[in-house]
């Protein structure tokens, strides 16, 4: 019964992760980024609004836009999901920025990052580290691992 038990309440979720990885970094690297694609599952826009981990010291959301023929990185406050679509964070646009790493990522391993919405409830994702430049595929897909948050109310 238990196995039935979590595969209804996956299928339940108010939003889902896929294609999320970490960018390696230097082992002095002071910043990293990840990269994720968040879907709503809902009947009404929702609002990628704040991220955690424990690999950094600040984690926030940021978008990258050209100005004067340079590429420039800044946070957002939050991050618009459209009722039943889906918001690609991916690098050269949004993405999330780890920021005072505690820890450079590395290859073969993977981290928690905890996912913040305006409505639904908290989601947490299980993050392999890839090298830069990896792109989405079915590996990442198979050693993903997310589940909801339980918020006491």
């Given amino acids: 019964m238990?196995?039935?038990?979590?595969?209804?309440?996956?299928?339940?979720?108010?939003?889902?992760?896929?294609?999320?990885?970490?960018?390696?970094?230097?082992?002095?690297?002071?910043?990293?980024?990840?990269?994720l694609t968040v879907m709503n599952h809902q009947d009404q826009a929702?609002?990628?609004?704040?991220?955690s981990s424990s690999l950094a010291e600040v984690v926030e959301i940021h978008n990258v836009k050209e100005e004067n023929g340079m590429?420039?990185?800044y946070p957002v406050?939050?991050?618009?999901?459209?009722?039943?679509?889906?918001?690609?964070l991916k690098p050269g646009g949004y993405h999330i920025m780890l920021?005072?790493?505690k820890q450079a990522p590395k290859l073969g391993e993977s981290h928690t990052l905890t996912?913040?919405?305006?409505?639904?409830?908290?989601?947490?994702?299980?993050?392999?580290v890839q090298q830069s430049g990896a792109t989405s595929g079915g590996e990442e897909k198979s050693s993903m691992h997310h589940h909801q948050s339980h918020k006491s109310q």
């Fill in 99 to 101: 920021i005072n790493l």
């Fill in 46 to 51: 929702d609002a990628l609004i704040g991220a």
């Fill in 77 to 88: 406050d939050s991050l618009e999901i459209p009722a039943k679509g889906m918001a690609m």
């Fill in 71 to 73: 590429l420039k990185m």
């Fill in 115 to 128: 996912l913040r919405f305006r409505q639904a409830p908290d989601l947490v994702v299980e993050l392999p």
């Fill in 2 to 35: 238990l196995g039935i038990g979590v595969v209804f309440a996956q299928s339940m979720a108010e939003m889902g992760v896929t294609n999320g990885w970490i960018r390696a970094t230097p082992p002095n690297a002071k910043m990293g980024a990840a990269y």
